[in-house]
């Protein structure tokens, strides 16, 4: 059938001819990637844009949220509630009968004879007796029902179970004013810029804004405000290219797919739903459990087994997330993990560093960008042995940074540059020779300064305690043949370093796991430490920066501790993942947790790691009730004969309880609840904000994280 509905006779035989075998047809690519506001209508991007988001509680959903009452209303169970409410319609009953038929007297007519004439109530009209004496009697029988009405809470079982069932659904959104509209853009018109609010106006209407778009339109007018850019090329980018003004670097729009539901307006992803549990907070309970870089900021550490879902559950609807606001240019990412660990395609990041794959276009610069001898010396020294260091203050972690710092200043006063794994492990060993050229190069450079450095690294070589061999075997790891074609520092390469988070740039680095376990947690180490000294020296701290460990073992070192700590002043973060916290020093638990303000316990947890995360989350008061039966024992005939029949009712002896009520102080989660009372699928989090906003733990669902 052709194009305009007309069959074809000429490929009716053709298609019955067998066609030769061919590659499968590849489905078209999508039109828009899943999850964002759809493109050839601009009415559900704005109604994505208008919907309320109030504020709320740290780490709730503010989407759409409808806040609840902080404290639970007492519900009366249903049994108890419907016989209250059926005794009440009988006793009701009961009362109209014995008075309609005169049993209780004609007092209740008194009211009729006082304020009514008599020729009212003697006449033979039919209409005014009805109205008089039936009206009367109507108006009674209405005054018991809303007596026994209010006594039986008729009200209560009209919303809890009538009502409910017959609402209606929700009423659509109301339009806002155009004061509050946010599709109106009413900054950049108070700002006199109002060609520029109708033309990005125009492309929300016509569908070709997104939501990344109008975040990082929204960010691009943050640095007007704050004087990093002219008004006069904000608008000028606007108005020449409407909704895809100030693009990212990378040219990108969005991300290739979305596995996660994210909001850009208030920079959230949603991770699951808090369950409806007792144990959370009343206001938690059903809503969406979100976070975002005002959480982040304080770093958050997950825990769990493997295949508790610290990944697939956390770890990439956050790395997800932290790209999309590196494209609306409010943050820059490094993701760190394995190869093939399930971190997102390769076309969500700019950067993408593989660790001893011969194709991978970017190395990674051993020495962090930096020219100082003593900064690269300090870095490369946690990277190489912190996990060596004891964790309680001692000189270990300074004598490995001034033996580095003995070698790498002499030689990059000589070569102009640091020098490359060989060339450092050559050193470190001790050879003569490469020592002896540095020696003659200082001496004719007239570096005497550098020649006494040298001279006492000399002094140091084949002594007891020279931390030189120990250095020597860890950048051994790193000198093998996998990684011949990394760490170069002759300026051949495009090595990657983490200076650049000064812009909003996505990377991701894949660590060598098969048979270079060693090797991969020293380059996590020099990662994570030089993270912490690039954030520490930004000029722009306003670009939120974090640094997503996939797995943090042998990562915890003292260093690594206390520059977690620093994060949160840089508004820079970490979010790192154990499988166990036996995977860190024992005097560097309490610590750990103690830096990093959002924890996760997933389900699967140990009960000695459930301990340590019970002692960081402490205890509350609560209310207990002790409740205690005593039996009652009849002394009359009467009441042995009502004893026993209530004995052959119930199947139980007539018993008094008394409930005592008294306040005492218990743990939010035990160890036990932690390791065996978290259900598949679930985990337990606390959250703390960079403002110092507290969440209690709370229990939450992570297999609904779309609500």
Wanted: aromatic share 6%; net charge neutral.
């Amino acid at each position: 059938m052709d194009s305009d509905g007309t069959h074809d006779a000429r490929g009716t035989h053709a298609d019955r001819v067998p066609r030769p075998a061919g590659p499968p047809q590849v489905p078209p690519r999508p039109a828009q990637a899943p999850g964002a506001p759809p493109l050839p209508d601009g009415s559900a991007f704005l109604t994505w844009l208008r919907t309320p988001r109030p504020e709320a509680a740290p780490g709730v959903w503010r989407f759409g949220h409808r806040p609840r009452p902080e404290v639970e209303p007492e519900e009366i169970p249903a049994r108890q509630l419907l016989s209250g409410a059926f005794i009440a319609f009988l006793v009701g009953w009961l009362i109209w009968s014995l008075l309609y038929n005169g049993y209780l007297g004609a007092w209740w007519l008194l009211p009729l004879q006082l304020f009514t004439p008599d020729s009212w109530r003697g006449s033979d009209d039919k209409i005014v007796r009805f109205l008089v004496w039936d009206g009367y009697t109507v108006l009674v029988a209405f005054a018991i029902m809303i007596g026994v009405g209010r006594l039986g809470r008729w009200g209560e079982v009209w919303r809890r179970f009538v009502a409910s069932r017959l609402r209606r659904a929700a009423p659509p959104q109301a339009l806002p004013t155009p004061e509050e509209d946010p599709a109106q853009w009413n900054q950049l018109r108070a700002a006199g810029a109002a060609d520029a609010a109708e033309r990005l106006g125009a492309d929300a209407r016509a569908g070709l804004m997104r939501d990344v778009d109008h975040a990082r339109i929204t960010r691009a007018w943050q640095g007007v405000r704050s004087g990093r850019h002219s008004l006069a090329t904000f608008t000028g980018a606007v108005l020449r290219e409407g909704a895809a003004a100030c693009l990212h670097p990378s040219g990108e729009r969005d991300l290739p797919g979305r596995l996660a539901r994210h909001d850009l307006v208030t920079g959230q992803v949603r991770l699951g739903t808090t369950a409806d549990d007792p144990r959370n907070p009343y206001a938690y309970r059903g809503t969406g459990l979100a976070l975002g870089p005002d959480l982040l900021g304080t770093s958050l550490l997950a825990v769990g087994p493997a295949g508790s879902g610290k990944t697939g559950a956390v770890v990439w609807p956050l790395a997800e997330s932290l790209c999309l606001h590196a494209l609306a240019g409010r943050a820059a990412v490094v993701v760190v993990g394995a190869a093939g660990a399930g971190l997102g395609p390769v076309d969500a990041y700019d950067v993408v560093v593989r660790v001893g794959n011969p194709e991978s276009v970017y190395d990674l610069d051993l020495y962090g960008g930096t020219t100082d001898p003593d900064e690269a010396a300090a870095v490369l020294a946690e990277a190489l042995v912190g996990d060596l260091t004891d964790p309680h203050p001692s000189g270990e972690s300074r004598r490995s940074t001034t033996v580095l710092a003995q070698l790498l200043g002499p030689y990059r006063a000589v070569h102009g540059r640091f020098p490359s794994v060989p060339e450092l492990r050559q050193l470190l060993d001790g050879a003569p020779g490469p020592l002896a050229a540095l020696r003659k190069a200082l001496t004719e450079g007239g570096q005497e300064s550098l020649l006494r450095e040298l001279d006492a690294r000399e002094r140091q070589l084949g002594h007891p305690g020279d931390v030189g061999s120990v250095l020597a075997d860890r950048v051994a790891l790193l000198d093998r043949p996998a990684f011949a074609g990394f760490f170069d520092t002759s300026g051949q390469s495009r090595p990657f370093s983490l200076r650049a988070l000064d812009h909003p740039v996505r990377v991701r680095i894949d660590l060598p796991q098969r048979g270079h376990a060693d090797a991969s947690r020293i380059l996590a180490r020099l990662v994570l430490a030089q993270f912490a000294a690039s954030v520490a020296v930004r000029e722009d701290r306003s670009l939120f920066a974090c640094l997503v460990l996939d797995d943090a073992t042998g990562l915890v070192t003292p260093d690594a501790v206390r520059g977690i700590q620093r994060l949160r002043s840089a508004n820079a973060g970490v979010v790192m993942t154990l499988r166990t916290l036996d995977d860190a020093p024992r005097p560097l638990r309490s610590p750990l947790l103690g830096a990093i303000g959002c924890r996760v316990a997933l389900s699967g947890l140990t009960p000695w790691d459930g301990q340590d995360f019970a002692e960081v989350w402490g205890k509350e008061w609560t209310e207990a009730r002790d409740v205690t039966d005593r039996q009652i024992i009849a002394e009359t005939p009467a009441g042995k004969a009502v004893h026993m029949l209530r004995r052959v009712i119930t199947g139980n002896a007539p018993t008094a309880r008394a409930v005592t009520v008294r306040q005492v102080e218990r743990e939010r989660w035990s160890a036990s609840e932690l390791a065996h009372g978290v259900p598949p699928g679930h985990a337990v989090l606390s959250l703390t904000s960079v403002r110092g906003e507290h969440a209690p733990p709370l229990l939450v669902d992570l297999r609904n994280p779309g609500g």
